[in-house]
């Protein structure tokens, strides 16, 4: 259910252990309208979203226990609230409205979650998106900025052929003092391989290994492909070969590889033969499948292709995360916030991340804008992702998005000291995580 006074107010805590305990919630007016909604306010209900209740039509909502309230010498509603399950909630507030009856006055989301997940937080943001030291529009510092304008946690710049621009923009961050991850990233294009492929976080290059001693590099892939048929096509052999050769040597250097858009079409035919797209997924030696992403606005059949294939290959019972990420090449001008990725972790580590996407801990989002979020991820994390996209992320991308509203000034007229203001800004987005999560 949406909480259409989201602006007005905040739920403090909005995700909760499950628990057979009450739990103390406190609902705060940001805004004068607000103040005057929660004087209205004399008994609330708490509704949870997936389980049955009895009774016809709106009958049911007067079965439930009322539960207690007080206003807080502040101002603040306080109330109890107990979440047994795992899901959504709804905490309806409701006015006297005659004869003992109730009417609405709003109404508010929380969430409870098992411990497993109620441990972790989610970060959000892209590992695949270039900058002009390949063919995107702007600096890599430019790009950075970008990224936690769109609201994200953590970004890797990742463009062809190089790793050192994924440098310049970690640097950048460093120099802003933005509490955004950034993060060591490349596309990495292998002599005579079609697929493309991420090295997202690695400690070093994977494209100058492969060109440093090319000879050897071809011998190995050939290794990997030797348990193929015989009768494949030699093209489609090594490249099977060569890819599993990348994702095996990204790994290494620490870092997460991720097969990139499978279904994109490139003069007019599939990049990548069919064939070679099977093996890979089959041997699934990959960490993350690029299911959204976008190098151009009018990519989406190769996005839903991506998608149909994916879920295919889970109905077999593989494991493959999903990830979205906008593959940008023009901040402004192409795509830069319609795909990226929700990894649920501990904490913004690049280890745990990495960890997390391995488990299968993370969503693929493909959002246009104005549209709705479509996810691909597992089940319960979807559910629950939905929920921060209505509750939880407003607010969290408002603050990104002023920092990076600074940092891109900063990078293109030098007209705000970034460095100084950020510092100022900085811890904002943990605190209202902290605030957002029961305390443990
Ligand atoms: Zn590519
Ligand atoms: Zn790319």
């Known amino acids: 259910m949406a909480n259409t006074f989201r602006n007005q107010f905040t739920v403090t805590p909005q995700v909760l252990k499950v628990s057979e305990e009450e739990k103390r919630i406190i609902i705060h007016a940001r805004q004068g309208h607000g103040r005057k909604l929660l004087d ?56 006297a409205a005659g004869e003992g009856d109730a009417a609405e006055v709003m109404t508010f989301a929380v969430y409870a979650l098992k411990k497993d997940l109620f441990d972790l937080r989610p970060w959000k943001g892209d590992f695949h998106i270039h900058s002009s030291e390949s063919d995107g529009k702007e600096t890599p510092e430019f790009v950075m900025a970008t990224c936690r304008r769109d609201g994200f946690d953590f970004m890797a710049l990742t463009d062809h052929h190089q790793y050192a621009p994924s440098l310049a923009a970690q640097k950048a961050a460093c120099e802003c003092n933005c509490d955004m991850l950034v993060l060591p990233g490349e596309e990495v294009h292998l002599p005579g391989n079609a697929p493309h492929i991420i090295n997202f976080g690695g400690n070093r290059s994977i494209n100058e290994l492969a060109h440093r001693d090319e000879e050897k590099y071809r011998r190995e892939s050939m290794e990997y492909a030797k348990t193929l048929p015989e009768n494949m096509d030699s093209i489609n052999r090594f490249e ?91 901040c402004d001008t192409s795509v830069s916030n319609w795909y990226y990725t929700v990894i649920f972790a501990e904490k913004l580590e690049f280890p745990l991340l990495a960890e997390a996407i391995r488990a299968d801990r993370c969503v693929g989002v493909h959002r246009l804008p104005g549209e709705h979020p479509l996810l691909a991820g597992n089940f319960r994390l979807c559910k629950f992702t939905y929920f921060l996209f209505r509750e939880f992320y407003p607010r969290h991308d408002e603050i990104c998005h002023l920092e990076g509203t600074i940092m891109r000034s900063y990078y293109s007229e030098g007209s705000i000291n970034a460095p100084e203001v950020i510092s100022s800004l900085s811890g904002a987005v943990a605190s209202f995580m902290r605030s957002f999560w029961e305390e443990n």
């Not at 389980?51 to 109330?79: M, S």
């Not at 979440?83 to 905490?91: A, Q, R």
């Not at 790994?251 to 033969?273: K, L, S, T």
């Open 40 to 95: 209205m306010v004399s008994s609330y209900r708490l509704i949870a979203m997936y389980q049955p209740v009895p009774g016809e039509n709106r009958k049911w909502l007067k079965t439930l226990p009322e539960g207690k309230l007080k206003r807080l010498p502040n101002g603040d509603l306080e109330l109890y609230a107990r979440l047994p399950k795992e899901g959504e909630y709804t905490l309806y507030l409701e006015k």
């Open 240 to 330: 099977i070969g060569a890819s599993e050769w990348a994702f095996d040597r990204i790994r290494e250097a620490g870092g997460v590889a991720m097969f990139c858009h499978p279904y994109w079409h490139w003069q007019y035919h599939n990049y990548v033969d069919e064939e070679v797209i099977d093996h890979l997924l089959d041997h699934n030696r990959f960490d993350v499948l690029e299911v959204f992403g976008g190098m151009s606005k009018q990519q989406i059949e190769m996005n839903m292709l991506a998608m149909h294939r994916w879920q295919e290959e889970r109905a077999k019972g593989k494991i493959i995360p999903a990830a979205g990420v906008s593959d940008g090449h023009g």
